[in-house]
């Protein structure tokens, strides 16, 4: 068994139950191990110890404002598709402590930021990477670095786990970046029934594999990933034809589906809390009491928060027309100039998580059927 | 589409220290007009404040803790260096918690961010300046430029209106301005007893010159409103879209393009701006609540 080669790039087939000394190792390295769980009738990523704590034999049902957690009809423990959470709360916290002042005399100003944890996390869905992948760009500049956001992000050691199951708002297809993972893992899994085949995607991937029963991936095991695979593509509950954007979007800035869409829409800013690529914050001061001591947080924001686009002259953007505008827009559209990528990865939240379910991908539809060219 | 270049920030600045507040204490804070006021501000590390420079147009993060952080505009000469001026309209928590602020009071500053007016790229050119309101004081240290480098540009033109006779600020300033040859026009919204002056809005004022389109660069801060009537004004007179610098206000939170506030299309107002060639921004700053 030792001697396998085992080199970057390389697939090899790692028994089931090899999932919890892999686990214990990364914790031996340091890392915390994050997977998903369930709790409170929903997928979340939390503390995992090993393949007990994984949502073995379970999928979710996916729709337009509907989530229900159901039996899979297999054993198999990563066939649940993503819930409301993302990895981004990982890497972007939704709270995050700035700086502390303490008032004696004057203000002294203390360092809040707690060393940043190492953080592993088991379970990465394709489109998840992409998103984290996403999230770099904004956080991670050539002329610019989010000193939070680089400190976790580096730390990490991403496990993904291609996906074989995909649910009925899923469109990764359609934006290029599932159901198979390409690259910005150290390990990836495709899970069989009897056995993970495992991808390694990086030395620290590759280390952390040594000395485990390994064995060669078998041919016909290869050959049933593959057809899985192949398989969810077409079984995507959605799809987005995405040739004309960014430009269709930015085009019709005046178009009447604005304010249909406007008078369903909620404002409740769910589609981006869920959203795995939204990185919009916000500022706050926590104050004691006595006025002497101030936390400064900094915390997640939403362009669909009314006081997001509030300043001096007024509110840039006072309505849920333009409000919704902006996610849209921006997702599909700006987002492409200035990160050379559009801002979705087709993981459908923000379609299963509407109150009042509106539909992304129905809604650049209608955007094209009636197409007003300014 | 290219924004103008970013400020000429030392490549040693790391991005810890663009997002720290570092303290700052006010070496003067003067009321100007009626709950508009200017404060001066030192850093009260001499290092820092030795090797603090701006171009005319960026802002800076004035923080106070417990109350919140600001963008504002740098006022003040660049040339004058022992402080930095800030003159503030007190609308909210924090612009009204720093008007109450003493002489040796400490404050958390970091900046300057954004873009600047490309002035040194307009030497040689007619140069008409359109302000209103609280959009003078972003404009001022470009006429400190153009007062220090007189000779290096052709007609100056200043355009400034306000409410009314005593929401001007800098009057005391203007005779100094013209007497170096730039023609200072103001006018209010309304008038009142003591006013001889020019009564309407600024972009009427553009009716009283011929502009040489050829070498005419226009830079203008206010109001939304008014900035879209000075371009249109600007480019009835043939001066060109790319010679027209707007600068913008919005909602800021980090300076640094990754909060998303500021976005206008795919522009961070913070970063790419504040201050844009207008023929950047022209398809999205026509759009209504973009
Ligand atoms: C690049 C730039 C340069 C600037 N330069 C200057 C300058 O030189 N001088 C200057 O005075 N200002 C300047 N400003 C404007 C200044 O940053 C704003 O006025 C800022 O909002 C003041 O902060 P504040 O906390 O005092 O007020 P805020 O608390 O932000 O309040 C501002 C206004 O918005 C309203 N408001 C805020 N939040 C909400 C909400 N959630 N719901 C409803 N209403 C709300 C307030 O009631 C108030 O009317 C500049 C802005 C930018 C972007
Ligand atoms: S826009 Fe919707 S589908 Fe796209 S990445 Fe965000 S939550 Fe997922
Ligand atoms: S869609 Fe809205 S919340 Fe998401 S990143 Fe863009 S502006 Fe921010
Ligand atoms: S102020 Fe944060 S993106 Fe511009």
Partial sequence: ?374 | MTTLAASKRPAAVSSEELLNPCWAEVTDLREEIDSTFTVWLKFKDPALQKGYAFEPGQFNMLYLPGYGEAAISICSDPEKRDAIGHTVRAVGNVTRAIGRMKKGDEIGLRGPFGTHWPIEQLEGRDILLAAGGIGLPPLRPAVYHILHNRAKYGKVILLYGARSPSDLLYTNEFEAWRKSDIDVQVTVDRADDTWKGQVGVVPLLFYRFRLDPAKTAVMTCGPEIMIRFVVFEALARRIPADRIYVSLERNMKCGQGFCGHCQLGPFFVCKDGPVFPYSVIEPYFGVEEF
């Fill in chain 1, 1 to 374: 068994m030792a001697d396998i080669p085992l080199s970057v790039g390389t697939t090899v087939a790692l028994p089931k139950d090899q999932l919890d000394p892999l686990l214990s190792r990364l914790r031996d390295k340091g890392y915390r191990t994050i997977g998903p769980r369930i709790r409170d009738d929903a997928v979340v990523y939390e503390p995992i110890e090993g393949l007990a704590d994984l949502p073995r034999g379970l999928t979710s049902v996916q729709e337009a404002g509907r989530y229900r957690i159901v039996a899979s009809g297999n054993q198999r423990y990563f066939d649940i598709t993503p819930g409301a959470q993302s990895w981004k709360q990982f890497f972007f916290p939704p709270r995050v402590s700035l700086l502390e002042f303490q008032k004696n005399g004057g203000w002294k100003k203390h360092s809040a930021t707690e060393s940043a944890p190492r953080l592993a996390l088991v379970g990465v869905r394709p489109c998840e990477l992409a998103a984290i992948e996403i999230q770099d760009r904004a956080f991670l500049r050539e002329d610019f670095t989010d000193p939070i956001y680089r400190d976790r992000r580096k730390n990490a050691f991403l496990v993904a786990v291609n996906c074989l199951h995909p649910c009925g708002t899923c469109f990764c297809a359609s934006m290029g970046t599932g159901p198979k993972a390409s690259g910005g893992f150290d390990l990836c899994l495709t899970e069989l029934d009897e056995v993970f085949l495992v991808e390694i995607g990086t030395d620290a991937g590759l280390e952390m594999l040594k000395g485990l029963p390994l064995k060669a991936a078998d041919k016909a095991d290869v050959q049933k990933a593959e057809a899985g695979l192949a398989s969810a593509k077409e079984r995507m509950g959605r799809t987005l034809e995405i040739g004309d954007l960014p430009d269709l979007l930015l085009k019709n800035l005046e178009h009447p589906e604005w304010q249909a869409v406007a008078a369903r829409c909620m404002s409740c800013s769910s589609c981006t809390l869920v959203c795995p690529t939204c990185f919009c914050w916000d500022t706050q001061d926590r104050t004691s009491l006595d006025g002497a001591h101030t936390e400064r947080q900094r915390v997640w924001d939403s362009c669909f928060n009314p006081g997001y686009s509030h300043q001096a002259g007024g509110n840039t953007r006072p309505t849920t027309r333009s409000r919704y505008r902006q996610w849209l827009t921006h997702k599909f559209g700006s987002w492409k100039e200035q990160y050379g990528v559009l801002g979705c990865v087709g993981c459908g939240r923000c379609i299963t998580w509407c109150p009042v379910k509106i539909d992304v991908t129905e809604e650049i539809a209608a955007l094209r059927k009636e197409e007003v060219r300014s």
